[in-house]
């Protein structure tokens, strides 16, 4: 059975008796949102049905239906996006009972959002929010684009969202957080097939998975574990588990320890090289030290071993050296994955990929990613799928210069490219690979062009009759 957690009684009350919010426009029975009425999300505690006449992002947040902040340094602000069309959106929320998604004033997590176009393509996308942020993350750089080429859509906060995502309830053991992550894309996916034959009276035709980073990681999964449930997938720069390493744990604490001395001190550099950050990069680790390598390193191995920093929640912030383990000043930039008990690598096995994916997988990922460094993440991913044997089931395109995030470029454009035109070229390539059997490129590193428009435009991967961006 898929989903094999057993529901509190309230909970499994709630699949009974689902909460319906509809909108003033919920009774209209035909143009851009015909068969409204007729949704009802599988599963789904509570659900909200409206019709818009615009779904872009930026209209939806300006209504209250999306949020910006959410989807804040994905995208560069150079960045455009087609128009994403009227259509409806469905908000809404399956069974959980932990609260860390306070959007609408909810206050419960497992939260999706639904968006289907007024003009269908017959097929839908499926995608988990990066990071630990919520179901409106991929808005800007995902929602938008798919919608105007008339994919019907479905993002989900994953069942835990911010930097408190490991205290998931009464299923917060160590992993466990993660672990919830795959059972509600896969949820989310067997509801939003349903969803999409109500409202168009068919099912689609092809699902594909796809996501940025953590949304990577699951599209990794769920292709190398539910594969049926999916005709594809791509991973823009997914994020890399496994027990022995490389993983968060084993360069995270180094680039704490080190820096800022690796500014200055040329051993310290080499250590933060060592263990997989590239030459380049460097302009970087400041904003990544200031905003990502902390909270990461710490929030995350909360998650998979509670018992490092004792009773303290996430550790301190921005230390340099504490306590021995298992006391509350143990410290993060001091943490050794290698000689933690293996209760510890046994909650990373637990989430951990294998590379045998069963349908097709394009990954792209970024030359100078300063959060998850490349030769740590997708060239080993890359060698896990060769090594299982399903290298034909997979591209895998390196983006010269191209960073974790987009936004970068706008600090950064002389050392930084954006892999968001690229991810759309991957993207076509795939559909193409699997509907009309036209093979995509061969790995490669993307170069980045000496002209043209790097934030909008990705020429090596644009596909030729028709099938460009």
Same mark, same amino acid.
């Given at each position: 059975?898929?989903?094999?957690?057993?529901?509190?009684?309230?909970?499994?009350?709630?699949?009974?008796?689902?909460?319906?919010?509809?909108?003033?426009?919920?009774?209209?029975?035909?143009?851009?949102?015909?068969?409204?009425?007729?949704?009802?999300?599988?599963?789904?505690?509570?659900?909200?049905?409206?019709?818009?006449?615009?779904?872009?992002?930026?209209?939806?947040?300006?209504?209250?239906?999306?949020?910006?902040?959410?989807?804040?340094?994905?995208?560069?602000?150079?960045?455009?996006?087609?128009?994403?069309?009227?259509?409806?959106?469905? *908000? /809404?929320?399956?069974?959980?009972?932990? +609260?860390?998604? $306070?959007?609408? #004033?909810? @206050?419960?997590?497992?939260?999706?959002?639904?968006?289907?176009?007024?003009?269908?393509?017959?097929?839908?996308?499926?995608?988990?929010?990066?990071?630990?942020?919520?179901?409106?993350?991929?808005?800007?750089?995902?929602?938008?684009?798919?919608?105007?080429?008339?994919?019907?859509?479905?993002?989900?906060?994953?069942?835990?969202?911010?930097?408190?995502?490991?205290?998931?309830?009464?299923?917060?053991?160590?992993?466990?957080?993660?672990?919830?992550?795959?059972?509600?894309?896969?949820?989310?996916?067997?509801?939003?097939?349903?969803?999409?034959?109500?409202?168009?009276?068919?099912?689609?035709?092809?699902?594909?998975?796809?996501?940025?980073?953590?949304?990577?990681?699951?599209?990794?999964?769920?292709?190398?574990?539910?594969?049926?449930?999916? *005709? /594809?997938?791509?991973?823009?720069?997914? +994020?890399?588990? $496994?027990?022995? #390493?490389? @993983?968060?744990?084993?360069?995270?604490?180094?680039?704490?320890?080190?820096?800022?001395?690796?500014?200055?001190?040329?051993?310290?550099?080499?250590?933060?090289?060592?263990?997989?950050?590239?030459?380049?990069?460097?302009?970087?680790?400041?904003?990544?030290?200031?905003?990502?390598?902390?909270?990461?390193?710490?929030?995350?191995r909360e998650a998979f071993d509670p018992g490092y920093d004792g009773d303290t929640e996430a550790g301190l912030p921005f230390c340099k050296t504490g306590g021995p383990?298992?006391?509350?000043?143990?410290?993060?930039?001091?943490?050794?994955?290698?000689?933690?008990?293996?209760?510890?690598?046994?909650?990373?096995?637990?989430?951990s990929l294998t590379g045998r994916i069963g349908k097709p997988l394009i990954t792209l990922h970024g030359t100078k990613d300063a959060l998850l460094p490349i030769s740590?993440?997708?060239?080993?991913?890359?060698?896990?799928?060769?090594?299982?044997?399903?290298?034909?089931?997979?591209?895998?395109?390196?983006?010269?210069?191209?960073?974790?995030?987009?936004?970068?470029?706008?600090?950064?454009?002389?050392?930084?490219?954006?892999?968001?035109?690229?991810?759309?070229?991957?993207?076509?390539?795939?559909?193409?690979?699997?509907?009309?059997?036209?093979?995509?490129?061969?790995?490669?590193?993307?170069?980045?062009?000496?002209?043209?428009?790097?934030?909008?435009?990705?020429?090596?991967?644009?596909?030729?009759?028709?099938?460009?961006?």
């Amino acid at each position: 059975m898929l989903f094999r957690r057993r529901m509190p009684p309230l909970l499994l009350a709630s699949l009974l008796t689902v909460a319906w919010l509809t909108s003033p426009a919920a009774a209209a029975p035909s143009g851009p949102c015909r068969n409204q009425q007729a949704i009802r999300v599988p599963g789904a505690a509570l659900q909200r049905v409206e019709c818009h006449a615009n779904l872009s992002a930026v209209a939806l947040a300006a209504k209250g239906r999306s949020d910006a902040s959410d989807w804040a340094t994905l995208n560069s602000k150079q960045s455009r996006n087609p128009p994403a069309g009227a259509g409806i959106q469905v *908000d /809404g929320y399956f069974p959980d009972d932990s +609260t860390t998604n $306070t959007t609408y #004033g909810w @206050n419960h997590d497992s939260q999706f959002v639904i968006r289907l176009p007024a003009k269908w393509n017959g097929q839908l996308v499926i995608t988990g929010a990066p990071g630990v942020r919520k179901q409106y993350a991929p808005d800007y750089i995902l929602s938008d684009w798919t919608l105007a080429h008339g994919y019907a859509y479905a993002s989900t906060d994953k069942g835990n969202t911010g930097t408190a995502f490991y205290d998931n309830g009464k299923r917060s053991a160590p992993g466990q957080a993660v672990r919830e992550w795959h059972d509600r894309v896969a949820q989310l996916t067997v509801a939003t097939k349903k969803v999409v034959a109500q409202r168009y009276g068919r099912a689609p035709s092809r699902t594909w998975m796809t996501g940025i980073s953590n949304g990577g990681y699951l599209t990794r999964w769920q292709l190398e574990n539910r594969p049926w449930l999916y *005709d /594809g997938g791509v991973d823009w720069e997914g +994020t890399l588990m $496994t027990p022995d #390493g490389p @993983n968060l744990f084993t360069y995270l604490p180094t680039a704490l320890k080190n820096y800022p001395e690796a500014q200055l001190d040329s051993a310290a550099r080499q250590r933060m090289y060592d263990v997989g950050f590239e030459p380049g990069s460097e302009v970087l680790w400041p904003d990544h030290y200031a905003v990502y390598w902390d909270l990461t390193q710490r929030t995350y191995r909360e998650a998979f071993d509670p018992g490092y920093d004792g009773d303290t929640e996430a550790g301190l912030p921005f230390c340099k050296t504490g306590g021995p383990a298992g006391t509350p000043t143990a410290c993060d930039a001091d943490y050794d994955y290698a000689s933690r008990p293996q209760a510890v690598k046994d909650a990373v096995a637990s989430v951990s990929l294998t590379g045998r994916i069963g349908k097709p997988l394009i990954t792209l990922h970024g030359t100078k990613d300063a959060l998850l460094p490349i030769s740590t993440d997708s060239d080993v991913y890359d060698a896990m799928i060769d090594a299982a044997g399903r290298g034909g089931l997979h591209r895998y395109y390196t983006i010269e210069d191209g960073n974790h995030v987009d936004d970068r470029y706008d600090l950064f454009p002389t050392e930084i490219r954006p892999i968001l035109p690229c991810y759309r070229e991957a993207f076509l390539r795939l559909t193409s690979w699997v509907t009309a059997g036209k093979r995509p490129p061969a790995d490669q590193t993307v170069r980045r062009p000496a002209t043209g428009d790097v934030a909008n435009t990705c020429p090596q991967l644009a596909a030729t009759g028709g099938y460009g961006s």
